[in-house]
């Protein structure tokens, strides 16, 4: 059983010795001992085995009848060989002849049963195995693609007889197996546009890719059908929505890329339930055109230069491919886009590339025949897919769980707790009458939020349903909440501690140790030490800048700590280190300047030039008359000098 749940020769033929017996039949449903132990295996042998199968693009090549008298430009200048090759004269020497060889060629008395007998038709199995496929029919204008895709009354072409016969492959493979439905869509690439043709709009539809590298076209109406008969109800209203136009060499010209997107889906009747979806794509290609024949102008110019374009694209995709370059061009064209599962992609493809046998038209078919010719070494990688659903296996229970008590008793401890917490509020423990108003109602919504994360706690079902950044939010509100919780429990007890002490005359209770304190280190800030002499004081000088910390020591004759920056030093200290500034603004030059605190070579060029002008400072506050300078620079000049004067004086004798 288990191997029929993969595509036809995809298992290995030892797969009996691997699974450790006989594969039983499909029919038999009570058989599923061996179907499960083999479930795993053969998904992993499928998937290995579709790694390695290869399927090259099949190529044919339809000739269409001569049209026109046969003399001059009517002259035939292709001819048939066999069912596979054909030739084409050579346009440097009419004596010779080009020879291409196909997987198929169709000559001018081919009908639309050959063609589709011949190339389509085997590729349809592929969508029963959960495979896609890819019919494209490619060509010139007037060499008959959209003729060979839809037909006639009379003769059908291949849309409607591949749609005939996938639904009545379906019907005869459905059973208690597999059941099978099928729904279709259908766009035009219109001037690199995207546009659905079964609810026609202007609105241009996006492409995408899921993560499984499907492509995918978001927004795009899809039609379930069941028989021949809804197909058509679908399909021939859509076919009339489909841009078409007349040029001088063909009086319908395609001015669209038209796509046709059949489902097929597929459902296990019994476990596992697997699921398969496979994608046929029937494309039919606007014809490449040369202008200077067609006449278009305006509009039919702007199609005709998106049409080409579109191709040219095609083309610098199949190079790609064949060369193995590191980038394929998919994403330079909306139809390249579309058509990646069809080249080097997942799917069975074959082309149908339609050709003109009159001179005339010699150039546009040697140019689709070498596109032909190099297409047909293009390789894709098809393989089933399926899927299985999620089977939920039941939990084993581990040796914690087992010596754990049941969980009945675990809500009845939530509740004990939260009875607890109702019971003693903090909020009645600390008096709020002595708190600040904001403290206070700080205090009653943390209890309340309290509360309602341990109401909630008890089910755990408001949590687990929150997003994941308003989860995030909460547990860290939460955890806040917790820690100040904490703090105020602190602080109540320290008050408790300190009622207690007031009304007992005996020793005082050994108070709860609190947490340390930082250091707050202030500029300028003097430090008292414990050993001190009346002769000699010591002061030390902690100046903050740029986050390090420089200690200076100093002299001093006063302990007390200073209220201004100017500290209690020894006057002749000070005067000293007024004297030795006054003196350098007086006489210093411009190097001598410049080695003070707060002085550039600009400021020093302004001393001096005040020196000059009016004279010798009488103070040092008389720097702030210097051109530039404010009377708080001047201030902070002064501290920052006299401070590092101090460290360099020598004492007096």
């Known amino acids: 059983m288990a191997t029929r749940c993969w595509a036809a020769g995809d298992i290995e033929p030892d797969l009996e010795g691997k699974l450790g017996g006989p594969i039983l039949p499909v029919g038999n449903p009570n058989n599923y001992q061996v ?225 046709l997107m059949v489902w097929v889906s597929q459902t296990q009747g019994w476990p596992p339930y697997a699921r398969r979806a496979a994608k046929l794509c029937l494309i039919d290609l606007a014809g490449s055109e040369d202008n200077r024949r067609t006449g278009n102008k305006g509009l039919r110019l702007k199609e005709s230069g998106a049409i080409n374009t579109s191709l040219f694209v095609l083309s610098k995709v199949v190079d790609a491919l064949n060369q193995g370059l590191p980038r394929v061009p998919y994403r330079d064209s909306k139809l390249t886009r579309l058509l990646q599962d069809s080249l080097g992609g997942t799917a069975h493809s074959v082309i149908i590339t339609n050709i003109a046998p009159e001179k005339r038209y010699y150039f546009d078919t040697l140019t689709s025949l070498n596109f032909a010719a190099k297409s047909k070494q293009v390789v894709n990688k098809p393989f089933t897919q399926e899927t299985l659903p999620n089977m939920a296996a039941p939990k084993r229970p581990s040796a914690d769980s087992r010596d754990a008590e049941p969980e009945a008793k675990r809500p009845c401890r939530e509740e004990d707790h939260q009875t607890q917490l109702e019971e003693k509020p903090l909020s009645s423990l600390i008096p709020l009458a002595n708190l600040e108003p904001a403290v206070a109602q700080r205090l009653l919504r943390l209890e309340a939020l309290e509360k309602e994360h341990a109401r909630a706690g008890s089910h755990g079902l408001p949590l687990l349903n929150t997003p994941r950044r308003a989860r995030q939010r909460l547990m860290k509100q939460l955890e806040e909440t917790q820690q100040e919780l904490k703090a105020l429990q602190e602080r109540q007890q320290e008050m408790e501690a300190g009622a207690a002490q007031s009304k007992e005359p005996g020793p005082a209770p050994r108070l709860p140790a609190k947490p340390r304190k930082k250091a707050v280190v202030l500029p300028f800030q003097k430090v008292q030490t414990p050993e001190e002499t009346q002769e000699e004081d010591t002061v030390i000088i902690i100046q903050k800048k740029r986050g390090r910390k420089r200690k200076t020591l100093i002299s001093s004759c006063e302990n007390e700590a200073p209220t201004e920056w100017e500290m209690a030093l020894r006057p002749d200290l000070l005067a000293r280190g007024k004297e030795n500034i006054l003196a350098l603004l007086n006489s210093g030059s411009e190097k001598e300047l410049m080695a003070l605190h707060r002085i550039g070579r600009k400021k020093a060029r302004l001393i001096m030039a005040w020196r000059d002008r009016h004279g010798s400072f009488e103070k040092a506050k008389d720097f702030e008359k210097v051109e530039g300078v404010s009377t708080k620079q001047a201030a902070s000049f002064i501290k920052a000098n006299i401070l590092n004067s101090l460290g360099n004086l020598q004492p007096l004798d």
């Open 35 to 259: 179907f499960m132990t083999s479930q795993r295996l053969s998904q992993a042998e499928f998937r290995r085995v579709s790694a390695k199968a290869q399927a090259r693009v099949r190529v044919c090549v339809r000739l269409r009848p001569c049209v026109g008298t046969g003399q001059g430009q009517d002259a035939l200048c292709v001819r048939g060989v066999d069912s596979h090759s054909l030739e084409i004269l050579n346009w440097r020497n009419e004596m010779e002849t080009m020879k291409y060889r196909f997987d198929a060629f169709y000559g001018e008395k081919a009908t639309q049963n050959d063609i589709y007998m011949g190339s389509v038709q085997p590729v349809l199995r592929h969508l029963l195995e959960g495979q896609n496929a890819s019919i494209l029919a490619y060509g010139p204008t007037g060499a008959g693609k959209t003729h060979t895709m839809l037909g006639s009354p009379e003769q059908p072409g291949v849309i409607p007889r591949a749609l005939r016969d996938l639904l009545q492959m379906t019907r005869n493979a459905s059973g208690d197996e597999w059941k099978y439905s099928i729904s279709m869509s259908y766009l035009e690439i219109y001037q690199e546009k995207v546009l659905d043709l079964l609810e026609p709009s202007l609105h241009d539809l996006p492409i995408r890719e899921d993560r499984n590298h499907h492509i995918l076209v978001p927004g795009l109406t899809q039609k379930e059908i069941t028989s021949f008969s809804d197909f058509e109800s679908f399909f021939l209203p859509a076919s009339a929505n489909r841009t078409v136009a007349s040029t001088q060499l063909n009086q319908r010209s395609s001015r669209s890329h038209a796509v």
